[in-house]
């Protein structure tokens, strides 16, 4: 066998072998979509929380901070709750937690938050919208929605829970 058809050979065979590698340890989700259709109603608060998302689009993250000139995480799933539900949240993430019911993530629904530990002492809260999606303020881009799907929200998953 001549030296170049030998050469392509073994290209072929790397090639071959470095895709099944790549397609072995490819990410994929859990939980691509929502377990169940969403009925009527929790089409309505889904709507509503992308509707309260667009008053607060790209308002800046503050550690501390409650109002659209910066606001955090915790403060701001109060004011969404508040806003959009008329419910009163306790202020701190820590606290949000311990309310409500835990519910399996295979069951979430619009409305319900998303919590998660981003290290061992910081804690970060959402609330979901459906298809995957959950609004939440990012500390680089603000108040944002993001995939529940992205590897990094996955990876620092703690625990849904349902208020409504």
């Not at 030296?3 to 290209?11: E, F, G, K, S, V």
């Amino acid at each position: 066998m001549p030296i170049t058809q030998l050469r392509q050979t073994a290209r072929n065979v790397l090639i071959g072998y470095l895709i099944s590698l790549l397609v072995g340890c490819s990410f994929t989700p859990t939980t691509t979509e929502d377990p169940i259709p969403l009925s009527a109603s929790e089409q309505v608060i889904a709507k509503r929380l992308e509707q309260h998302y667009e008053t607060w689009d790209k308002v800046p993250y503050r550690y501390g901070g409650t109002n659209k000139s910066g606001i955090d995480c915790s403060s701001f799933i109060q004011n969404t709750y508040k806003t959009v539900f008329n419910i009163s949240l306790p202020r701190a993430t820590k606290q949000q937690a311990q309310i409500g019911k835990t519910i399996s993530i295979k069951n979430r629904r619009p409305g319900d938050l998303l919590f998660f530990k981003i290290s061992r002492n910081s804690r970060h809260v959402g609330v979901y919208v459906g298809n995957n999606r959950f609004l939440h303020v990012s500390k680089s881009k603000g108040v944002i929605i993001s995939k529940f799907t992205q590897s990094y929200w996955q990876r620092h998953y703690w625990k849904a829970v349902r208020v409504l």
